[in-house]
Nanobody, 127 residues
């Protein structure tokens, strides 16, 4: 099994910044080859939606339109870690943010392609 643990969420005023982290671990984790990772989010009463994805090598990234220019996804393979730098936060960014792992590094926005998920970290942006 693979465990994903997110951290870094909190309460921030509109226009502020937060940095999220996600660390992967587990007995089976090191047996996997290249994998992709992504961030998703889910606001109350809404479906979970794609935020950003990064390839194994960290060269390829892709963002949802509503976060382009404000959020930056990055990773540190040596630390089995994924990051999301969020700036210029808006009240509509309020959600539970999840990191997810795709064992096939498909660089995909589709939830069903991600085999492992963290428990989420709450981001609340006040107006």
């Amino acid at each position: 099994q693979v465990q994903l643990v997110e951290s870094g969420g909190g309460l921030v005023q509109a226009g502020g910044s937060l940095n999220l982290s996600c660390t992967a671990s587990g007995r089976a984790f090191n047996s996997y080859g290249d994998y992709g990772m992504a961030w998703f989010r889910q606001a109350p009463g809404k479906e979970r939606e794609f935020v950003a994805v990064i390839s194994w090598r960290g060269v390829d990234t892709y963002y949802a339109e509503f976060v382009k220019g404000r959020f930056t996804i990055s990773k540190a393979n040596a630390k089995n870690s994924l990051y999301l730098q969020m700036t210029d936060l808006k009240p509509e960014d309020t959600a539970l943010y999840y990191c997810a792992l795709d064992l096939l590094d498909r660089h995909t926005t589709r939830r069903l392609h991600y085999a492992y998920w963290g428990q989420g970290t709450q981001v609340t942006v006040s107006s």
